[in-house]
Structure formats: C-alpha cells, structure tokens
C-alpha cells in the first residue's frame, strides 16, 4: 500500500519492565499522507509506544527507528521528537485554562523567543491566520477555560501541527507526524466529527500522517487508512481498515474467543435486592439504572470516557451526581446529597483506585490508617483506649495477610498489594453493608490479587453487596458474579452467570460502541 | 518509586519513652512552611529499627530529644557565662512568666497548623482581645469579666469568619487571614485611637502575674495546663487522630467518612478563641493594652510551632514540642541580652529559627527519600 519512504517506521522494538514484556518485537510503519490507528486494550503496550516515540521510555536494545527513511538511534532524548518533526496531542491537551487561546498557541514558540518584547498584535494576527487555515473560529484573546471540550482539542491539535511545521521550516525536512493519543474520550459525537474533518485536512494538505490511538473501534474505521493492533505487547498485525470488518478488528484486540463455559447460573438470583440504584446521571453518566442482590458482586466497565469508572463515587457521594436515587437497605438516598460521611454512617465503604491520595495518609503509620474509620470503638470518657486499639491493629494486619505486619511502620513502606490488603482490614472490621472498589488490584502483585478476590468474596458471602469499577476484563471475570458494560455513559449491555468471561466481557465492550448516541456539548 | 522506609518493629508510640531503637531514623517534618496555596505540612519520619543495644541512644529518640538537649546545653553555657545574672532563680522566674502569653498563642496557632490551614491573623486577634478588654474596662466602665467575654467572644468571632472564609467560600487561608488579620489590626487601632490604655482592674493582673505560686506567676501555670489540655487530646482522643488525619490527607479523611470541612473551621474557632484567651493573659500581665506590640507575637509563635515539630512527635504539630520551643528560643534570647547584645538578637533568633527548623526537616526528609525499603 506505502511504497514511498514511511513516514515513521518503528522496528523490532521490545521493552521490559522487571522481567515481564510489555512490548515483544513490534513494528510500526506509517505511510506519508495516512491516518494510522493503533489500537488495543488497557495493558497491550500502546502507552509503552507512545511513549518510546516521544522519548519517556528507552526500549531494550535491538530495536530501530527511521524518521522520513534516515535512521535514527534509539533511545530518543526527552525533547527529541520535536526535532524530528513529530508532535504530539495527549488526552489532557495540555492547555492552560487560565491563560488565553493565543497565549496557549503560541506557548512554545514564546518561551524559545529570545527578543526583548512580544508583539502581541502581530501575535494575535498570525493566530487568526492560522486559525482560518483550519476554518476555525476562535476568539485569539478568550481564555481556554471558556471554549467547549471540542474547540479545546482542535486548538490543541492546531498547535500540535503549528509545531510541526515550524520544525520542517527550521530543518529543511517535509515529514511530520501528528501523534492523537485518545483525544475523543471527552468529546461529543458532534465534535468527534469536527476533530475528524480537522485530521483529513491535515493529512490533505501534505502537513503530516496521523497516528490516531484510540478504544473506539467505530472511530478509529471511520478515519484511519491502516490499523496496527497490539495484544499484550505483541503486534497482532496491520491491516488495512477498508478490507477490515469490526469484529475481525474485535477478534484481533482481545483474542480468539473461547466457547462459553457454560457456568451455572448464579444462585444469587433468589435472592433479595439489597441496593438498587435508579436515574443517576452525572459527568458522562446518564440515566443509569441497576440493582445489587444481597452477596452480590457486580461489576461496572466500558472504555475510557464511558463513565464506568465514576459510578462507584457518586454512590459513595465522593462526587456530587445531577441526579439519581439510591435505595439501599430500606432507605433513600438522594445522589444529589450524598456525602461520604452519609455514606459511611450508612455502613458504605468505597476503595478509590488512588490510594497514596484518597485512601491513606501514605507518611502515616498503617496502624493509624487502619484505624481511622473504627475510632470512635476505642473512645472512653478518659481518652483513647490506645493498647486495646494497638493491639487490635496487629491483629487485623495479621487476619489480613499484611505483609510486614507491623502497625508502626509507615504505610508508604508497604508494597501496592499489602497497602491495598491494609485498606481491606479498614474498611471490612466495620462489617460494611455495601463495599463499592475502583480498580481494586491496580498495581497489586498477582498472589496479592488472589487473596484480595478472596476477602471480597467472603465479605459477599457474609452478606454485603459488592460493586467494582474496573477496566481489567480478567479481574471482572474472576470476580463478579454480573457485569454492566457502559458506553458513552449508558448501560450498554449486562453479562451474568456463565456469559461472565474475559473475552465475552471485551467483546461487550467493543461492540457496545456502536450503540452510542450522540451527547450534548457542554462549555466549561 | 522507593518507599520511604524500611520494615521494622518501631518506635511512633504514644509513649515517648518507650520508643523503640532505630538505626536510621529520619526526621522529616515541617516542610514546605510558608508558600502561598501550600499548606503547612509536617511529615512523620519512617520509623526503623533494631531492638535491645542502644535503645536509649537511638537516632529515634536522639531526634525526639534533640531540642530540650540543646536547650539545657543553652542554659548550661549562660549560666556559667553569666553566674551572677543568668543562674538566677529571678531569672528563671522571669523567663518562665514573660512567656505564657507568646505558648497560649502559639497552641492556638497549632490547630489551624494541624489540619492544613495558616492563621495569619492570630496575633491581631490576640491584640484585638487585649484591647476590647482595655477600652471596655478602662475607657467605658465595663467591669472586667463582661470586658473579658467580649474580648474573646470577638476573637471566636475572628476565628468563625475565618474559618468559613476558608471552608464555605474556598479562599485559600493564606489569603483570607492575612486580610482579616489586618483589618482586625485596623480596628484595635481604631477604637485605641492608636493610644495605649492602662489601667484595667487591678483584679486581672492580679490573677495573671500580679500574684505567683512556687515562685512562679499564675499565668505560667494556665500556660503548663492549656499545654496539657492539647497534649491530652492531641495524643488520646479521636478527635486528635482525626485534625492529624484532615491536615495530612484531606482527600482520605472526606472518604473515611471525616467531616473534613466542619473540622476544619473548628479548628480555627478554637484557634480564635485561645487567641483571645492569650489577650486576657496579655492585657493582665501589661495592665492594659497597646495596639502595635502584639504584633511582634506573630513570627515567633510560626517558629514554635515549626520548632515544636521537630521535637517530642517529630514531623507532627503537638503542643510538648511547642512549650519546649518557646521556652528554648527565650531562653537564648535572654542570655544574649544579659550577654550586653542588642534588641535586634530577638529578631535573628526567631527569623533564624523558624527558617533552620523548617531546612533541617526538608533536608532530613530528602535523605530520607533516598532510601528504600
């Protein structure tokens, strides 16, 4: 399909962190004037290369990198990308809210120039030059913090190619190329259009290829020409997109699929619902509606941007929801004004996926940090029972397998598995009603892992109603007893009993793209 | 990233003595004290250790009691420098009472300090407390104990507007009590028109440094128990474990179910109202009040608190630090002045220490970091 000298062609690139690949010998070429997708799940190396193009990671020795057909040497500096004609636009943009449009085009050229004074009206002119090249309509003074989630991403890609060209006025060379990492994620289907019209000009006009990374198979055939797939760091090939049908996409990003294993049916389905949740719509969440059986495990997925992982916080009110009603126990729970102290009274707890930040005082002793939510326990009218209270930690640490089981030490000293083990023992002593988890084993080992899905179990057994947020499909699988899948902030789909697989769970979340509607743009 | 300690049985107990030995043991508290938008924070050390030899020398207790070793050294020097004016029992006597009001105030500073906010204005307030006492006993006739709920209701009412300034509106509490604190400032001066007054009830000085007890005057010992008082429910209440936990970790505190915000302004009531119950122990011990000196408060008390943290609990606020540090940084100042140095030595003494204590944690924890478990 490319006979001209690619654009950017990666080869033979592996790169392991501590013994286990997270790249294994992949290529990737891209063609002068294509719009290239690349595609995988969470964990199949696309960050990794991203990240290798842009100088973040060194990868293991043997691979090789052509820019515009010169070789190039691996490891690249932080920087170097620049140079080389390469740009790239992240999902957070990396725009400055405060400071205006013309002040964000132009930030990287300003901090370079080395004159003693800006000319701000022949700034302003060359920005609303550029910005009728790509027939945008932007206020050069407005400040970014007033354009919509669209207008946002097409200024960033316009500076992202701004930079390009600048690098080919200033080297001489004519290749380029324009790396989207996730950039529809947030954005409304009528934007996702105008980002994609904004692509197709680019490559048009001979600017630069694109390499467009994304979850969203319907977007990435709808725009790309090639697609390059990854499955757990391995190339699963490139092909190209026209000849390409989805589920042949599908089949490629999560495997072969197995036959069903033909579980029996959950027997939970008798029964009673515990917490049923009812128009809770917030972010991107819209009108959810589900229930939780007593001892029930559900889980919550989608892709990036689907709004699966907020569920779990407004339940807990850790975020305020539009709208929505929770009926738990026997009593309702309005989500608009729901409050974490609410919800713990209520005998709630939530494990957040930041646990440095929102789950521990990391410079704290564990034994403080597991205490904390049972404080009032060792209350007297003459102060803390402190020996009782200590010794009680020791033991939780020991009931739970933390690993050192030692309340004094600080809780930064413990590995991600036993930190996450030691919120368990927080939050489980309580005898919870309702366990709501994000990303439980984000960055927990696997024998961790194992023992962490046994407590939760366990805690379900005892009666509790638990719901996990997670975009790992194994985890899911292993764990859940149901499983919503959410696209575009929606319940797209429902697997339970012996549907509930890893791969039956991916495809669900591939395909359940398809079904989305288009959203409303909102500023801000 | 390294973890920033290594496993071991250790010494953070509640029992100071009973610490346990540690090889290692880095301070790291008090950093990143006085920077717009930054809170105050203080961060525990990483306890390591080895049990049985050298327990008692331990760099974990070693650290603990650097500041009251330093301090007997300090005293030890100027009492054999000076014999005849520094070893004296008056002396001695004067050092502890001169500083009841500068440790009442620097406790109510400590609250704020825990749970993450700055309290900018809390030596206006206690010059606002001394001066309502002043011109409502002296200037209007009011007997002195309304004078005397009036100056503190008007400091808890500092301390409410601050504390919802911050909390309700979101303002961050550099901002709003460096404002407050000089409007605040502005009405003293306003209602003394700019005047010292003199002449409240004899009764309060009295009670305050008129009369003393073993040797001592009275406002030293309401010093020792406001001391105590915080120590007891720093160390062995809920409550205490709950101001530690919304300063350090305001996001983990909201999600264990902690009523971040109400805690928050509670502690800069309380802190308003101890401000105003050091205005009480001010406007006794001068027999009235002037509008500018309770400003000179403001400094030192940042260092005693700052001080304080890296003693006793280091790398936390707590009140047994703060009493050690006041009277440390006092009692260098006064052998100085004995010494025959300037005035201005009170000024190097606490710029210097505020700026020393908060460098030594920040280099402490920066060792620290580079260690891994």
């Known amino acids: 399909m490319a006979p001209e000298v690619p654009v950017v062609a990666l080869r033979h690139i592996s790169k392991t962190f501590g013994g286990s690949k997270a790249l294994d010998d992949v290529d990737l070429v891209i063609a002068p004037g294509e719009v290239h997708g690349l595609l995988g799940e969470n964990g199949s190396g696309k960050s990794t290369m991203i990240k290798i193009l842009n100088g973040f990671h060194a990868p293991d020795p043997g691979g090789a990198l052509e820019v515009g057909g010169r070789a190039v040497a691996l490891p690249l500096v932080p920087g170097q990308f620049r140079d080389l004609g390469l740009s790239f636009v992240h999902q957070d943009l990396g725009l400055v809210p405060e400071l205006s449009v013309l002040e964000n085009l132009r930030v990287g050229e300003l901090i370079a120039q080395r004159g003693a004074w800006i000319s701000w009206r022949r700034e302003r002119r060359r920005a609303l030059e550029t910005f009728a090249r790509y027939d945008l309509d932007l206020d050069p003074g407005a400040p970014v913090s007033e354009l919509t989630a669209t207008e946002r991403a097409l200024l960033a890609i316009v500076r992202a190619v701004e930079d390009i060209r600048l690098a080919q006025a200033t080297h001489g060379t004519e290749h380029g190329l324009l790396i989207l990492d996730e950039p529809t994620v947030f954005l409304p289907r009528e934007g996702v259009d105008r980002l994609f019209r904004i692509i197709r000009e680019i490559v048009a006009s001979g600017y630069a290829s694109v390499l467009f990374v994304s979850h969203d198979l319907d977007e990435v055939c709808e725009v790309t020409n090639r697609v390059t797939v990854l499955r757990d760091g391995r190339l699963q090939g490139t092909v190209d997109t026209a000849g390409t049908s989805e589920s042949e996409l599908v089949e490629m990003i999560i495997g072969r699929r197995l036959e069903s294993l033909g579980l029996e049916a959950s027997e939970l389905t008798g029964h009673g619902v515990d917490v049923s949740v009812k128009g809770l719509s917030g972010g991107v969440v819209h009108d959810l509606e589900f229930d939780i059986r007593r001892g029930e495990i559900v889980g919550v997925t989608g892709l990036m941007g689907s709004g699966f992982d907020d569920v779990p916080y407004y339940l807990f009110g850790a975020r305020s929801a539009r709208a929505g009603l929770l009926t738990a126990f026997g009593m309702a729970f309005d989500l608009t004004a729901m409050t974490p102290h609410r919800a713990v009274s209520n005998g709630f707890v939530l494990l957040p996926a930041d646990r440095q930040r929102d789950a521990s005082v990391p410079s704290l002793p564990i034994g403080e940090n597991v205490m904390l939510a049972v404080l009032h326990r060792y209350r007297t009218p003459w102060g803390l029972r402190t020996r009782p209270m200590r010794r009680r930690a020791q033991e939780l640490l020991h009931g739970f397998d933390v690993r050192p089981a030692d309340p004094q030490l600080s809780y930064e000293s413990l590995s991600g598995g036993n930190q996450q083990k030691a919120l368990l023992a927080k939050w489980l002593q309580t005898e919870p009603r309702a366990i709501f988890l994000h990303e439980p084993t984000q960055g927990v080992d696997v024998g961790a892992r194992a023992q962490i899905f046994k407590m939760l179990g366990e805690a379900a057994r005892g009666g509790a109603c638990v719901l996990v947020a997670s975009s790992d499909n194994e985890q899911l699988a292993a764990i859940c007893d149901r499983v919503l899948v959410l696209a575009r902030g929606r319940l797209a789909a429902e697997i339970s009993g012996g549907e509930v697989t890893k791969e039956r769970i991916g495809e669900q979340v591939y395909n359940s793209v398809t079904l989305r509607e288009s959203t409303t743009e909102v500023a801000g | ?373």
């Open chain 2, 1 to 373: 990233m390294a973890a920033d300690s290594e496993p071991g049985p250790a010494g953070d107990t509640t029992d100071a003595a009973a610490a346990a030995a540690a090889p290692a043991a880095l301070a790291a508290p008090a950093a990143g004290a006085v920077a717009v938008g930054q809170p105050p924070v203080a961060r525990d050390r990483s306890p390591v250790a080895t049990r049985g030899l050298g327990r008692l020398l331990s760099a974990n207790n070693v650290e603990r009691w650097a500041l009251v070793l330093v301090w007997i050294v300090v005293i030890a020097i100027f009492s054999i420098a000076e014999p005849s004016t520094y070893f004296q029992t008056s002396n001695f006597q004067t050092i502890f009472g001169s500083q009841a009001v500068l440790l009442m105030l620097s406790l109510g500073l400590m609250l704020p300090l825990t749970t993450g906010d700055f309290d900018l204005s809390i030596a206006s307030n206690l010059a606002l407390s001394s001066m309502l006492i002043a011109v409502l006993n002296v200037n209007d006739g009011v007997g002195i104990i309304p004078a005397m709920l009036a100056g503190v209701g008007a400091s808890t009412f500092l301390g409410i507007l601050n504390g919802g300034l911050v909390v309700l509106i979101g303002i961050d509490s550099f901002i709003v009590t460096l404002g407050t604190g000089t409007v605040a400032l502005g009405i003293v001066q306003w209602i003394s028109n700019d005047n010292d007054i003199t002449g409240t009830a004899s009764g309060l000085t009295s009670w305050t440094v008129g009369n003393s007890f073993l040797g001592f005057d009275l406002i030293f010992f309401y010093g020792i128990a406001a001391t105590l008082l915080l120590f007891y429910i720093f160390e062995f209440t809920p409550l205490g474990r709950r101001l530690l936990f919304v300063g350090r970790g305001r996001s983990v505190s909201r999600l264990s179910g902690l009523r971040v915000n109400r805690i928050r302004w509670g502690s800069f009531i309380v802190g308003g109202f101890i401000a105003g119950i050091a205005g009480i122990m001010y406007a006794g011990s001068l027999q009235g009040a002037d509008p500018a000196s309770a400003q000179t408060f403001l400094l030192p008390a940042f260092a005693a608190c700052f001080l304080g943290a890296t003693a006793i609990r280091p790398g936390r606020f707590n009140p047994i630090g703060t009493f050690i540090a006041v009277y440390f940084l006092v009692s260098g100042i006064t052998g100085l002045q004995l010494l025959g140095v300037q005035n201005f030595v009170q000024q190097l003494f606490y710029g210097g220490a505020l700026v020393i204590a908060v460098a030594l944690s920040t280099v402490a924890r920066r060792r620290g970091g580079t260690r891994s478990a």
